[in-house]
């Protein structure tokens, strides 16, 4: 069936990296924007970086801007996060998702309506 799949959350010190990766299954990847986005408890979820099809368009968030990187292998059907100098307040679940658009250049990040993952926790010690 169609779907996204998380991995690569953990535990990690203040100021350690950490990769995120997400695999598309059963959907034509290059047809989609992909993005993450991520929710802390308590707390509204939010968009961290998202990505156009062909990988040459980048949205990311003020809170993230100049510490993680969002990146697609679409030969292998995979959507990255790179997450460096991460601090205590990314601690987070992150969800990676797609929706389908139309233009090649165009980032934009995936509706509620996209498909979504499960989830992978991301915890960072202080």
């Known amino acids: 069936r169609v779907q996204v799949v998380e991995s690569g959350g953990g535990l990690v010190q203040a100021g350690g990296s950490l990769r995120l990766s997400c695999t598309a299954l059963?959907?034509?990847?290059?047809?989609?924007?992909m993005g993450w986005f991520r929710q802390a408890p308590g707390k509204e979820r939010e968009e961290v970086s998202c990505?156009?099809?062909?990988?040459?368009?980048?949205i990311v968030a003020d809170s993230v801007k100049g510490r993680f990187t969002i990146s697609r292998d679409n030969s292998k059907n995979i959507l990255y996060l790179q997450m460096n100098s991460l601090k205590p307040e990314d601690t987070a679940m992150y969800y990676c998702?797609?929706?389908?658009?139309?233009?090649?250049?165009?980032?934009?990040?995936?509706?509620?309506?996209?498909?979504w993952g499960q989830g992978a926790q991301v915890t960072v010690r202080s």
């Open positions: 998702a797609a929706e389908y658009h139309s233009d090649r250049w165009t980032s934009r990040c995936p509706s509620s309506s996209g498909i």
């Open positions: 059963e959907l034509t990847f290059d047809l989609y924007v």
């Open positions: 990505i156009s099809r062909n990988g040459g368009s980048t």
